[in-house]
C-alpha cells in the first residue's frame, strides 16, 4: 500500500526557511516522478515544483529561486527546502504521486509565515 508522509511545517517568520520531507513507501520510489503542491485557504490546490525520476526539476513561477525539491532514492524521501518564505507561501503542503496503482497524496503539513 502507497504511503505518503509529510514533516516539517511550522510558523516561520518572512525571509525565513523551512524544509519539508515526504517519506514514501509501497512503490519502487525511485522510479517516479514526485510532486508538492499546496494549498491556502480559500484557494484551489496548486502544483508548487516537481522532480523527475532522473533528478529533472520544475517549478511555479511564484517560488523559482527561492525553493529547491529534491529526493533522495536511498530514504524514499522527496524534500522542498523553503528559503526566502513570504506570507503568501502559507498553506497545507502535499506531496504526490501518480504511479501504476494510481493518484497518492499525503496528509499535508502545515505551513504559516507570519510575524
Known amino acids: 500500500q502507497v504511503h505518503l508522509v509529510e514533516s516539517g511545517g511550522g510558523l516561520v517568520q518572512p525571509g525565513g526557511s523551512l524544509r519539508l520531507s515526504c517519506a514514501a513507501s509501497?512503490?519502487?520510489?525511485?522510479?517516479?516522478?514526485m510532486s508538492w503542491y499546496r494549498q491556502a485557504p480559500g484557494k484551489e490546490r496548486e502544483l508548487v515544483a516537481t522532480i523527475s525520476a532522473g533528478g529533472s526539476t520544475n517549478y511555479v513561477d511564484s517560488v523559482k529561486g527561492r525553493f529547491t525539491i529534491s529526493r533522495d532514492n536511498a530514504k524514499n524521501t522527496v524534500y522542498l527546502q523553503m528559503n526566502s518564505l513570504k506570507p503568501e507561501d502559507t498553506a497545507v503542503y502535499y506531496c504526490?504521486?501518480?504511479?501504476?496503482?494510481?493518484?497518492?497524496w499525503g496528509q499535508g503539513t502545515q505551513v504559516t509565515v507570519s510575524s
Open positions: 504526490r504521486v501518480l504511479t501504476g496503482l494510481g493518484l497518492f
Open positions: 509501497g512503490f519502487t520510489f525511485s522510479s517516479y516522478p
